[in-house]
């Protein structure tokens, strides 16, 4: 009987059945063969005794073979389900072999590298400041995808993602090298957690690459001259917003973005608290900083110049605007119009100047930490809530501007646990 064709596929016709029992017994020979299920539908046995899913069909008037899959990976019905699919094409005037390799393209992009780095960088943009999440992205676009990015995601070797990190190193780039490749482990694991990956690579890169020698902003740590600072704080002759800014700087602690974008509306006076948002956060954690005393005193002694108004906005307003905060600048330069220079003060160096001492008088490290908005590494404790501590703090937070106060004044400097504990 000739071949029966439809417009563009055809399939013959009137062919036995087989069973799932005939599939499971059908035995090797000397040479391949075919046994034949119906429609196209062919199960291929090989001499070494593989078993091979195959559909026969023709389009356009050609006779076309694709595979579909291995038995018993592939049972009978998978295969017939498989073939009714491609079947299925038919009335589209679709070819189902160029179908099949749409998908498996489709499939393979879904699975590479930057597909999944993507994806992954999407679901964690909310716990990131905008400038970080910017960063992170675009170290990968520069210095991973051109090599990896088209890859599929567990067909990366070893030694192929240590080669993409020596490129790095080679230009003199350590640290970057070592966050872009804290960030190829943090996709290896968002992988492996949906199934796309069974191992986290970068595992084996521990110990391959150049260290760095951590980086610390300076700060003054040293009582005595922390007392100079602040008398040169109080001495300062610059704007006033300025000038207020640097003192409120080490009653608080907090980052000088956090500090430079400080708004009235988040002082609570009554409560002595400063609730700052947690969009403004590195950590995208709502925190409250305890206000001392002294802390207070320069805020109230700041609000008639920059808290009132319609215009009233932010505690350090830029000189250009009210509707802006002061420049991230405007802090260091006034450090470095008082004399201290990068290798001695920053902006920054208001943080160590109070962790350090605190540390060293013996203050429960947590509060301390929790006081400087750490985040931790392990994403269960890290989304802590923003009041955790926060007697402890209050309690921490006035000793400590108390002893900037006799440091100030030139007192005696006793090291001394506090009751903050």
Not at 279 to 303: F, N
Not at 306 to 319: D, E, I, Q, R, V
Not at 371 to 378: C, F, P, R, V
């Amino acid at each position: 009987m000739g071949k029966q064709h439809s417009t563009n596929i055809g399939y013959p016709l009137f062919m036995p059945k087989l069973t799932a029992t005939a599939v499971k017994n059908a035995s090797a020979k000397k040479k391949p063969y075919k046994l034949p299920d119906g429609h196209g539908l062919l199960l291929e046995v090989t001499p070494k005794g593989s078993k091979l899913w195959r559909f026969r069909y023709y389009f356009e008037g050609k006779e076309k073979l694709i595979s579909l899959g291995i038995y018993p990976d592939i049972s009978l019905k998978d295969a017939r389900e498989a073939q009714m699919k491609a079947r299925s094409m038919e009335p589209k005037g679709i070819n189902p072999s160029e179908a099949r390799q749409a998908e498996k393209e489709a499939q393979s992009d879904a699975n590479s590298f930057e597909a999944i780095a993507r994806e992954w960088h999407t679901k964690h943009l909310s716990k990131w400041t905008e400038k970080h999440g910017d960063q992170i992205i675009r170290r990968l676009e520069l210095n991973v995808f051109p090599w990896l990015g088209k890859m599929g995601i567990q067909k990366i070797t070893p030694p192929e993602l240590l080669k993409v990190m020596r490129r790095m190193e080679d230009r003199g780039a350590h640290e970057t090298a070592h966050r872009v490749l804290s960030s190829c482990g943090q996709v290896f694991r968002y992988a492996i957690a949906t199934g796309r990956a069974e191992q986290d690579i970068s595992q084996h890169l521990r110990g391959a690459l150049t260290p760095t020698r951590a980086k610390h902003l300076a700060s003054i740590t040293e009582p005595a001259k922390i007392g100079e600072l602040l008398r040169a704080i109080d001495a300062y002759e610059g704007t006033f917003v300025v000038k207020s800014a640097l003192q409120l700087a080490p009653l608080v602690f907090v980052r000088p973005k956090e500090l430079r974008m400080a708004e009235w509306s988040e002082i609570d006076i009554e409560k002595a608290e400063w609730h700052i948002p947690a969009e403004k956060m590195k950590a995208r954690q709502k925190h409250i900083v305890p206000l001392s005393r002294q802390a207070i005193a320069v805020i109230e002694e700041l609000r008639p110049l920059t808290g009132h108004g319609a215009a009233a906005k932010y505690l350090f307003p830029s000189p250009r605007t009210l509707a802006r905060p002061m420049s991230d600048n405007a802090v260091l330069g006034a450090l470095r119009r008082m004399g201290y220079s990068k290798e001695e003060m920053t902006g920054h160096g208001f943080r160590s100047m109070a962790s350090t001492p605190l540390n060293e008088m013996g203050y429960n490290r947590d509060h301390i930490e929790r006081q400087l908005a750490h985040s931790e590494g392990n994403s269960v404790r890290a989304a802590y809530n923003y009041a955790d501590y926060l007697e402890q703090r209050k309690v921490m937070m006035q000793e400590w501007a108390d002893y900037l106060d006799e440091l100030k004044a030139g007192g005696e400097v006793i090291k001394a646990k506090f009751g903050g504990k």
